[in-house]
């Protein structure tokens, strides 16, 4: 329950272009590294020593290229990235979390919008019983 939170969390922040899988990926591409060999931790201290204009520069490069996809390939992307996550051990996880929710915290209220849309648009796909698994949760996270 709590992975389908957060990899709908993380496909929202890739949608919106800030994940740092698709970031460190496509800025692997860019370097001429191959996407396969670069490890977490190189992404991550890649992407920590870009200056702001050049994160920024690179999210939206990663809007673009995502915004390009069709819907077959961005189902796909998500199913890598529910793998992706799966693999996580809980701190990992958590350390995701956090980076989720510090991204929202930046958003525009025009972003954050279409991140509620877009939730609600998954939400709506949901089964009743998963849904109310995630009231349940929603409801004990907030408590």
Avoid: C, H
């Amino acid at each position: 329950m709590m992975r389908n939170i957060a990899i709908g969390l993380a496909a929202a922040t890739i949608a919106i272009g800030g994940s740092t899988l698709g970031v460190s990926t496509l800025y692997g591409q860019e370097s001429g590294i191959s996407k396969g060999s670069m490890s977490g931790s190189v992404n991550s201290a890649r992407y920590a020593e870009l200056t702001p204009l050049q994160r920024e520069r690179l999210r939206g490069k990663v809007r673009e290229r995502y915004a390009e996809l069709t819907p077959m390939q961005r189902e796909r992307l998500r199913g890598k990235v529910r793998e992706r996550f799966a693999e996580l051990t809980p701190t990992q996880r958590e350390r995701v979390g956090e980076f989720v929710r510090q991204r929202i915290g930046e958003l525009s209220p025009t972003q954050r919008e279409r991140l509620r849309g877009m939730v609600r648009e998954r939400f709506a796909d949901l089964t009743p019983m998963q849904r109310e698994r995630i009231r349940e949760f929603v409801r004990e996270r907030i408590e």
